[in-house]
């Protein structure tokens, strides 16, 4: 397909770009200066910023005919969209603009990542035949309305429940950091003005944790998902491809921390590393996977 087709998504694509790098600067500004009008301003863009991602992945489908998650770029956009959306209801659940200053910066580097990717990757693509399933039940009610390409199939379930589980991942990678940061001050008994605006460091820990016990579930969802799709496409559930055996560590890692959690009754900076740890096996299974181990994932 030629070039033209992607215009409307890369012009979105853009405008999130210059979003997200204003709204990551208005949330770095109200962390240190506090003033209410920054932190107002920060989460109306942060808002914005969602809504500009948002209409990438509208204008991909359109562009595309099917969902857009099928390579790097189009992955990498979703990820904003779930880490953007899963901040936003924490934001407005728990009052922490200050969070933003991390997660909006983490979104925008995301999305500079994007940008960087060669335009093969952002051209719009004939979908790989193994990607091509869709749930007939679905197709059979979409058709009688001709919507009938904008089914989705396991492929679409699987890719967009694992994002949000990586989504969920990185927020409690946030908090973490600012729980180890802010507990190393508490141990010398000292104070950081920057630091001041979170919670005190049991809320960083509990918030993490709850972040990671709903991110969880997604993830394992996405796995079991993705083994079903894998039947139908490869013809076998579990082929130990690298990206499989990253997934399989990845959740060994989440299932240690939460099980440490729960039945060993850690807390604080030993489950913060766990959930660094974590999150730095999301980032291999995602970017390092794709260029260092390629596999049966190689168009991912």
Do not use: C
């Not at 946030?174 to 190393?184: D, F, P």
């Not at 989440?254 to 850690?266: C, E, K, N």
């Amino acid at each position: 397909m030629n070039g033209t087709e992607v215009i409307m998504s890369l012009m979105f694509f853009t405008m999130a770009f210059a979003f997200y790098f204003i709204t990551a600067l208005f949330y770095i500004l109200y962390w240190i200066f506090r003033k209410e009008w920054l932190g107002q301003s920060a989460t109306a863009l942060a808002y914005i910023s969602f809504l500009s991602v948002t209409m990438v992945l509208i204008a991909r489908t359109a562009e595309s005919g099917h969902a857009p998650f099928s390579n790097l770029y189009e992955s990498m956009v979703l990820f904003v969209w779930t880490l953007t959306g899963g901040y936003l209801i924490i934001e407005r659940k728990h009052r922490m603009k200050a969070l933003g200053a991390m997660v909006m910066t983490l979104a925008f580097l995301s999305v500079l990542a994007a940008s960087l990717l060669p335009y093969r990757f952002k051209s719009v693509e004939p979908l790989n035949p193994a990607l091509q399933n869709k749930w007939k039940w679905l197709v059979n009610l979409l058709s009688p309305m001709g919507l009938e390409k904008y089914a989705i199939g396991w492929l679409d379930f699987h890719v967009f429940t694992t994002f949000i589980g990586y989504a969920a991942f990185a927020i409690s990678f946030a908090l973490s950091v600012l729980y180890l940061v802010k507990e190393r001050y508490e141990a010398r008994g000292k104070n950081s003005a920057l630091l001041d605006v979170f919670p005190e460091t049991r809320v960083l820990d509990e918030l993490s944790y709850r972040t990671i016990a709903w991110g969880f579930p997604f993830l394992t969802i996405g796995i079991i998902s993705g083994a079903i799709w894998a039947n139908y496409a490869w013809g076998a559930y579990w082929s130990w491809d690298p990206k499989e055996t990253w997934s399989l560590i990845t959740w060994l890692i989440y299932a240690a921390y939460l099980h440490a959690r729960v039945t060993r009754g850690w807390k604080g900076r030993k489950t913060a590393y766990l959930s660094i740890i974590g999150f730095m096996a999301v980032i291999f299974l995602y970017w390092g996977v794709s260029f260092i181990l390629p596999g049966l994932h190689a168009y991912a």
